[in-house]
């Protein structure tokens, strides 16, 4: 089966949500009048790319704004319209739009050529920064997207162990390799028990994940333990994030990665972190922040400082079986891994974020939750997140993993954020957001004013 729409169980127990549903209209025309040429270019969009996308993540009803520039936290969109920014490219960006270190190192490699058919110094300097900051991190490969690098952990892994079998957790994002791409937002009345989830397809023209992948819930260590007793000698890795983005944004219990540690110990099987966004979380990634490691770990987003990047790092025992002299290696090519702009922007964006930083944007983190408690006070909202990141969740539900994360009311944090971004300021449309290196008091004071606002309507 196919996901045709999320599976929803809306609060009835209070009419909140109502009143800013019943200003549906007056929301969506007050951001045609504002966005006029992004309405004309999305126009131009439609005919080009199927609906008018060519990236799933940044639909929004009625459309996506077109950005002009982006410097420091403001986004110049191409009405003329300055947005504060919250959410930089997906998290991707924590020092900010154009910021100086980056632009002078990405001028500097643009300047001396952009991509040979050989190695380039910079690669290895980023690696090394990666291998300095995340304790699991012994050897590393490039690819150009978070989705890439979680296709070839996979498959170290099922070089590594011999076996086929993925686990991963009923809600989680992984990107959009065909293995990952199932029971990321499954309608519920398809997705099964919840202590057994069916594994549900996200997406047309995936090939039958039997055999392939199982789908288990997020932050159950007992179910974990019992299907490993099981299914154990069958499965090559699981993956987890350790900050898990589309569950509401929050962390696993420890308890439950120590159990992913355990078993996957006991059946040797290789424990995959996916920190595409969460490698963030602090200097030395969630894996540092948590106290659990694994044996791959997934990058993208930051250690790319802006531009297309991934990267796969961990064990030398699991990342060399693509060793070049190893009979039956793990191949993997590609025109553009470490390609030398990237990574003179990501070694740029890494110096930037010392120890230091990460303490200062985390805080800042951690206050601008606190506000928005506050906010939302009595309230049936959530907020949720960590480090440098918050979520604002339409539940009163508390959110443990994906059939409480479900429960949001998908209608109401759209139009909130629409609503924040006719204020000029730039959520997803579940108002995921972070702060950067770059946001000032100021700007997250004008935020919490709107959001406020909003809850008063
Ligand atoms: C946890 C996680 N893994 C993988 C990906 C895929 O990364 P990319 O969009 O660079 O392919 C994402 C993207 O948001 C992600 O959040």
Not at 8 to 36: G, H
Not at 391 to 415: F, G, M, P
């Given at each position: 089966?196919?996901?045709?729409?999320?599976?929803?169980?809306?609060?009835?127990?209070?009419?909140?949500?109502?009143?800013?549903?019943?200003?549906?209209?007056?929301?969506?025309?007050?951001?045609?009048?504002?966005?006029?040429?992004?309405?004309?270019?999305?126009?131009?969009?439609?005919k080009l790319y199927p609906g008018g996308y060519?990236?799933?993540?940044?639909?929004?009803?009625?459309?996506?704004?077109?950005?002009?520039?982006?410097h420091g936290t403001k986004l110049i969109d191409c009405d003329?319209?300055?947005?504060?920014?919250?959410?930089?490219?997906?998290?991707?960006?924590?020092?900010?739009?154009?910021?100086?270190?980056?632009?002078?190192?990405?001028?500097?490699?643009a300047q001396a050529g952009s991509a040979f058919y050989a190695f380039s110094e910079n690669e290895?300097?980023?690696?090394?920064?990666?291998?300095?900051?995340?304790?699991?991190?012994?050897?590393?490969?490039?690819?150009?997207?978070?989705?890439?690098?979680?296709?070839?952990?996979?498959?170290?892994?099922?070089?590594?162990?011999g076996r086929d079998l993925l686990i991963k957790f009923e809600g989680s994002y992984h990107g959009t390799y065909d293995d990952v791409y199932w029971s990321v937002a499954p309608p519920v009345d398809h997705a099964g028990d919840a202590d057994r989830p069916t594994p549900v397809a996200d997406t047309g023209g995936l090939p039958s994940g039997e055999g392939r992948v199982l789908v288990l819930p997020f932050n159950n260590p007992e179910i974990l333990r019992q299907v490993m007793a099981e299914r154990g000698k069958d499965v090559a890795a699981i993956i987890v994030e350790p900050m898990a983005n589309r569950i509401g944004l929050v962390l696993p219990e420890t308890k439950f990665l120590q159990a992913a540690r355990?078993?996957?110990?006991?059946?040797?099987?290789?424990?995959?972190?996916?920190?595409?966004?969460?490698?963030?979380?602090?200097?030395?990634?969630?894996?540092g922040t948590l106290g659990v490691t694994p044996d791959l770990t997934t990058l993208g987003k930051v250690i790319g400082g802006g531009l297309p990047v991934g990267g796969v790092a961990g064990l030398a025992s699991v990342l060399d079986i693509s060793d070049p002299s190893r009979p039956n290696r793990m191949a993997h090519a590609g025109t553009f891994n470490a390609n030398p702009i990237?990574?003179?922007?990501?070694?740029?964006?890494?110096?930037?974020?010392?120890?230091?930083?990460?303490?200062?944007?985390?805080?800042?983190?951690?206050?601008?939750?606190?506000?928005?408690?506050?906010?939302?006070?009595?309230?049936?909202?959530?907020?949720?997140?960590?480090?440098?990141?918050?979520?604002?969740?339409?539940?009163?539900?508390?959110?443990?993993?994906?059939?409480?994360?479900?429960?949001?009311?998908?209608?109401?944090?759209?139009?909130?954020?629409?609503?924040?971004?006719?204020?000029?300021?730039?959520?997803?449309?579940?108002?995921?957001?972070?702060?950067s290196t770059e946001t000032t008091p100021t700007e997250v004071d004008a935020l919490i004013d709107a959001f406020s606002g909003i809850l008063k309507v």
């Open positions: 089966m196919t996901r045709s729409e999320t599976g929803k169980m809306p609060d009835l127990a209070n009419d909140f949500y109502a009143p800013l549903k019943a200003r549906a209209a007056e929301i969506e025309s007050r951001y045609r009048v504002l966005t006029p040429n992004s309405a004309a270019l999305f126009d131009e969009a439609k060519t990236r799933d993540a940044i639909i929004r009803n009625p459309y996506a704004p077109f950005i002009r520039r982006g003329d319209r300055s947005i504060t920014d919250f959410w930089f490219n997906a998290t991707s960006l924590p020092v900010g739009h154009a910021h100086p270190r980056v632009v002078e190192a990405v001028t500097r490699q290895l300097q980023l690696a090394q920064r990666i291998c300095e900051r995340l304790p699991s991190a012994e050897r590393v490969r490039f690819t150009n997207s978070g989705s890439e690098a979680v296709m070839v952990a996979i498959r170290l892994a099922r070089a590594a162990t355990a078993v996957c110990n006991d059946r040797g099987a290789v424990l995959i972190f996916d920190e595409v966004i969460a490698f963030r979380l602090g200097y030395n990634g969630a894996q990237t990574v003179a922007a990501g070694s740029a964006t890494l110096d930037e974020l010392t120890p230091e930083v990460f303490s200062r944007i985390n805080a800042f983190g951690a206050d601008v939750r606190q506000r928005l408690r506050d906010a939302c006070e009595g309230l049936p909202l959530q907020v949720t997140g960590a480090g440098s990141l918050f979520k604002v969740n339409a539940t009163s539900r508390q959110i443990h993993d994906y059939r409480d994360a479900v429960t949001v009311d998908r209608e109401w944090e759209q139009l909130a954020s629409l609503a924040l971004l006719n204020d000029g300021f730039m959520v997803t449309t579940s108002l995921q957001g972070c702060v």
